[in-house]
């Protein structure tokens, strides 16, 4: 059975997926005509947060080879604006203490066991001399 028009059909189609396909998603909405008052920040928490952090032995013992007290350190955050310190305390959360090595450790285990079975599979072998 043949449409006169299937291949101009089926070329049509095909552009019409590819530019649907490579438009990016756009998200929109209201914006407000005055400017928005900047968040007031909560220096007591945020100070709360800081001295948590502080006292986590790894940074204690850290900060004591490096030669600071704990009141050299009090003294240091008291000196802070509330704008620095709430920018610290934002910026703590997203700290990664000794990095994300197991993320790395497991792709690399990933690949070689997705290696391992395609060499199986294929038929291949490896012989190590």
């Known amino acids: 059975m043949s449409i006169p028009f299937m291949k101009s059909i089926a070329a049509y189609l095909a552009c019409a997926m590819f530019i649907i396909g490579i438009a990016p998603r756009v998200d929109a909405s209201f914006a407000p005509s005055t400017a928005l008052p900047l968040a007031q920040t909560d220096r007591s928490s945020d100070l709360a947060t800081l001295q948590a952090a502080l006292e986590q032995k790894m940074v204690k013992e850290r900060l004591v080879n490096l ?40 792709g690399v285990l990933i690949i070689a066991i997705l290696v391992v079975i395609l060499i199986q599979l294929t038929g291949h072998r490896v012989i190590v001399k």
């Open 67 to 106: 030669g600071f007290t704990s009141d050299e350190i009090r003294a240091k955050l008291d000196q802070l604006s509330d704008q620095q310190l709430h920018e610290v305390a934002q910026h703590l959360d997203s700290l990664k203490v000794g990095g994300d090595g197991i993320g790395i450790i497991i």
